[in-house]
């Protein structure tokens, strides 16, 4: 007496972390697009910290003194044609993504590709940044170095919110 069991039906739950786990995507995207579409790095006083963070600097941008995040936005938009190309490869998968979402039934393989590429085009966009922050962390004297590591162990043991009273330039 074999008794097949009957097959399982995705769960609830499971959607909804499936759904957030898309909005997030979109969301990351977005941000990258937006800040790298508009301006790079943003400018003093209007959530520069923001756009810089958006190209994988993380929370180092929140401890950088504001003459450093000035010179990394600096050399940023001085670099903005390199980021043109990967910004129309971004579109390109957005709009990909885009014809996905409107498939029916639902393409998942073509959305998956489409974020897939997306995440590529991202990627380079981090990579940059990454590699900006590191030239201008090696001009900085190893005393400059040290004081910031130091902001960014204290940032990071205050977790989010950052220091106590108040945040950094």
């Known amino acids: 007496n074999q008794t097949q069991a009957a097959p399982r039906k995705t769960g609830r739950g499971v959607k909804i972390a499936l759904g957030l786990s898309l909005a997030l995507n979109l969301l990351i995207v977005g941000v990258v697009a937006g800040a790298v579409w508009g301006k790079i790095g943003g400018s003093p006083g209007n959530g520069g910290p923001m756009t810089l963070r958006t190209l994988g600097l993380g929370p180092m941008v929140f401890v950088l003194d504001r003459e450093d995040r000035d010179a990394l936005r600096d050399r940023l938009r001085a670099e903005e044609r390199t980021f043109q190309p990967v910004m129309r490869g971004l579109g390109g998968a957005m709009g990909d993504f885009a014809e996905a979402l409107r498939a029916a039934p639902f393409d998942r393989e073509a959305a998956a590709a489409a974020l897939a590429q997306s995440r590529v085009q991202i990627e380079a966009v981090q990579s940059h ?5 590191l030239d201008h962390l090696e001009m900085m004297a190893p005393e400059a170095r040290g004081e910031l590591a ?10 989010r919110g950052g220091e106590r009273g108040g945040s950094r330039g």
């Open 129 to 133: 940044g990454h590699e900006v922050l």
């Open 150 to 159: 130091d902001r960014l162990e204290r940032r990071l043991r205050h977790g």
